[in-house]
Structure formats: C-alpha cells, structure tokens
C-alpha cells in the first residue's frame, strides 16, 4: 500500500497571492468582513490616516487579529505574535504584517472599552438583521478566574503584621548601614538596594490598607486588587462574576458584564437595563434564576410592565423541608390590617422594620398568649412569643412564585438552561475563557465582550447558513 507523503523541497509552496491563502468559504473572511463593518469612531477609536510620526498599525487590523485570535482559543499575545508568523489565516487576516507580542498587549490593555462597544455594535447589527428581537431575555451568571493567585488575597490585619515587619527590617538596614565602612562601597550599595525594595513594599502595602479602608473590604488580593474570593466548581480562586443576557430567538448575546460580587443578588435591573439600552426597547419577558430572587429588585423591571419570570429559592430547593404545620405559610396575612393570625387565631402585630434586609417584623400582641398555647415549644421557644418576618416588597415576591408555578412560565424557564448557559459552555470549554488575562475589572470586562463577541459570530455563520450569506448580510 502507498503512503501520501508530502515533499517540503516543492519550488512553490504557497499561492503567487496572498489573497489566495485562504478559500472563499473560511471563517476567517466572515470575521474579516464583521470588523470592516464595525465603525470605528462609534467604538472611540481614531482613525487618523495622516497622523504624524512613527507608523502604527492598522487599528482595523489589531482589532481583526485579537477577535480571531480570542474565537480560537489563542488569547496570549505572544501565540498571536507566533500566529502572525506560522499561521495561513493570521497571515492572510493581516495582509503579511506582523505585530509583535507588545504592540499586541499594548493595543488590548489601551482599548478596553473599545472592545466592549464591539458587542454593543454587533447586537444593534444583528437587530439590523433580524436575528435579535429582543422580546424574551435571559439571564445568567458564572464565576471566571482571575489573573491572580488565591494566596495573594489577604486581610487587612495581616498587611498591618507584615508592614510592622518590613518597619523593623527597614531601621535594621539603617543602623547596619550606620555602622558599615565606609570602604565597604560594595556592602553599602547592597544594603541600600534592599533598603529601596523594603520601602517600595511598605508603600504598595500602605496604598492596600487605604483602599480597603475606602471600600469597606476586609480583604483584599494584592495581585489583582478588584478580583474577589469565588467558589466554583474548581474550588476556592481569585476571580469574577461574569454575565450575560441572551435573545430568545437564536441564543445569541445581547450584552455582557464584569461584577466583582460573589452572587446575583440585586443585578436583575442593571443588567437588563443594560439590554434595553442597547436594544431600544423593553423586553415582554425576562427569565432568570432564582440566583437574582430579590424582590426589591425584580420589583424596578414589574413596574416598567416586564413580566418577570424568577422563581423564589424556596420553589428551586431540590430537597423540600417537610410540611410545618407552624411555618409561615400558614399564618394568614391581613393587609387592610396590617398584621398576622396565627392557627390558633392569636394576633401578630407589626412592630419595627429592619433596612438592613428590607424586612418588617411582627410580634404575638399578647406574649401570655404564646406562652399558655398547647403549641408552644413547637411553634416557638422564644420566651417573647412567635415573631415573623415580611420583605417590604413581600407582594411582589408572591405574585413571581404564582406566576413562575404557571404552565407558560414552566415552559420559559425549562428554555432558559438551552439559551443562557450554553454561551457559558462554549466560551470556558471552546474558547478557553474560563479565566481572564486582563486584570482589572475594566479588563475582565473587555475580555469577557470579545468572548461574547466570537460566540455570537459563530451562531451566525451557522444561523445565516456559511461564511458567505454572513459576509453578503455585512456589506448591504
């Protein structure tokens, strides 16, 4: 049997154009024709042609050559360097150029948002294209690492131990270098190196300490100073909490964000109106998980006439707690009134109201009335009475549990995990994004919109059916 081998010595190895590297139908040309449809002073890039001074490349080109680079997985600016080199398609994306790794990261870290207004760009384009409507949003959320290591997050009492330490160490370089020779130049300038290093650290620590301070924060990581403390799946890392809306339609993203928070609570509002912004319209529903169940929050997108379809934490619990016969559902809620009746018919009054957790809080009238019930140590132990507990938008929350628990509803949010969280999946596990390079928030925020970005290119090569119907829809 013969063997197909190839033969490296061939006087010609590539086509006599460089045009001809690439065929017609390679996705290379579809995200090629998507950047030349962008418009850059809308991102707040300027061109400027006649600029005096050194050449520059092409913004068009370093912005081509990092969303190609992110839709394969390639995010290091030394392997775009490399691809520019050794790859067909980079070669042919750059038209032969080759940037090296620095002016890559440079052009990344200096156009962050930028990069976040290319999402923003290709939703209104795919409005444009009627492959957005914009009439059923979903929600999610997912924790990406951070560009730091765990062990560099530490609290404000251990900075405050270590600057004691570097403070000892600094007067002990001093007196040694009171009572060196001054012969000794060799030893003096040692000691003196060591003493400038001490005091660079003191004051980087002495910068955390304030700004944990300022921002209340008990810990801080000194790598990545915006980064937060997540559990995830991989354990305990330094990290974010990326997130995503989603059309309907064809799953494609309608707008990403960065929050340094551990969870979801109290984002349902920002990061729909983030969506509407984009959008120019109000969404008729809007589906998340019970991630984003508070109440006060979901109320903001109720009132704007949003139907809202978030189940409580209660409804999702995959183990239900027994039947309590003295749980808060079976005290009836009078609201002309303004209190509660217990089973056995006794009255729970209101009687202050906690801010903190939004909550008014409502008290037996009469404690004897506890204390004499055949119930008590069942219902209550408390030497006080039964109290309960109301969210001040308690109301609302109910009207979501019943809506939620709707034939409709159900059938919207079983939709939800098929059109939120496979953007998720295909950006950790295809795109290699499940940590970010970038540090900062401001960072992370542009990665995560370049992530999105090269999910919603790819749907639409698939949606529109191939690299060339894409490319006919960009140039109309």
């Known amino acids: 049997m013969s063997y197909i081998m190839g033969e490296r010595n061939q006087v010609e190895m590539f086509p006599a154009s460089v045009e001809d590297y690439v065929g017609a139908d390679d996705p290379v040309r579809a995200y090629d024709a998507f950047i030349e449809a962008l418009d850059f002073g809308e991102l707040g890039v300027e061109l400027e042609e006649e600029k005096v001074g050194s050449p520059a490349y092409h913004p068009k080109a370093m ?35 080759k940037p090296d790794h620095k002016t890559i990261a440079n052009f990344r870290k200096n156009n962050k948002q930028a990069l976040c207004n290319v999402l923003k760009q290709c939703t209104r384009l795919c409005v444009e294209l009627e492959l957005i409507e914009g009439n059923c949003l979903f929600l999610d959320g997912s924790k990406m690492r951070a560009n ?12 405050r131990e270590k600057s004691r330490e570097i403070e000892e160490r600094i007067e002990k370089i001093l007196r040694e270098c009171e009572q060196a020779d001054e012969s000794e130049t060799g030893t003096l300038v040692r000691m003196k190196e060591e003493l400038k290093d001490e005091r660079i650290l003191q004051e980087k620590i002495k910068r955390l300490v304030k700004k944990m301070e300022e921002e ?55 990061q729909i109106n983030q969506a509407c912004e984009i959008l120019g319209k109000k969404p008729n529903t ?78 037996i009238a009469r404690v004897e009335d506890c204390l004499s019930c055949k119930h008590y140590g069942v219902c209550t132990k408390g030497k006080q009475g039964r109290t309960l507990k109301r969210l001040k ?16 509803a159900q059938e919207i949010y079983k939709k939800r995990k098929e059109k939120v969280e496979l953007p998720f999946g295909h950006i950790k596990r295809n795109l290699n994004g499940g940590a970010f390079l970038l540090r900062g ?34 140039r109309i």
């Open 63 to 97: 912005m081509k050559l990092l969303v190609y680079g992110y839709s394969y997985g390639w995010r290091s600016s030394r392997k775009l360097e490399r691809a520019t080199h050794h790859n067909i398609s980079f070669i042919w994306l750059l038209g032969g150029e």
């Open 148 to 159: 730091a290591s765990i062990n560099k997050t530490k609290s404000k009492q251990w900075f």
């Open 393 to 408: 938008d308690e109301k609302i929350k109910e009207d979501l549990e019943r809506l939620y628990n709707t034939q409709v």
């Open 286 to 363: 809007v589906c998340a998980d019970a991630g984003y169940s508070k109440a006060s929050d979901l109320k903001k997108s109720v009132d704007e006439e949003i139907e809202v379809i978030v189940p409580s934490k209660k409804q999702v619990e995959h183990e239900p707690k027994e039947d309590d016969p003295f749980n808060k559902a079976k005290f009836k809620y009078d609201e002309e009134k303004n209190q509660y009746v217990c089973p056995e018919g006794k009255i729970l009054r209101y009687f202050s109201y906690d801010s903190s957790d939004e909550q008014h809080k409502y008290r």
């Open 216 to 270: 209340e924060k008990e810990k801080i990581n000194s790598t990545d100073h915006e980064s937060i403390t997540v559990k995830g799946r991989q354990g305990v890392h330094a990290g974010y909490n990326a997130q995503i809306v989603v059309d309907e339609k064809h799953g494609l993203i309608v707008t990403s964000d960065v929050i340094n928070k551990n969870n979801d609570l109290g984002e349902f509002t920002n």
């Open 441 to 474: 928030i401001n960072g992370a925020k542009a990665e995560m919109a370049i992530n999105s970005l090269c999910f919603n290119v790819a749907r639409m090569i698939t949606i529109l059916g191939g690299v060339r119907p894409l490319i006919e829809k960009l």
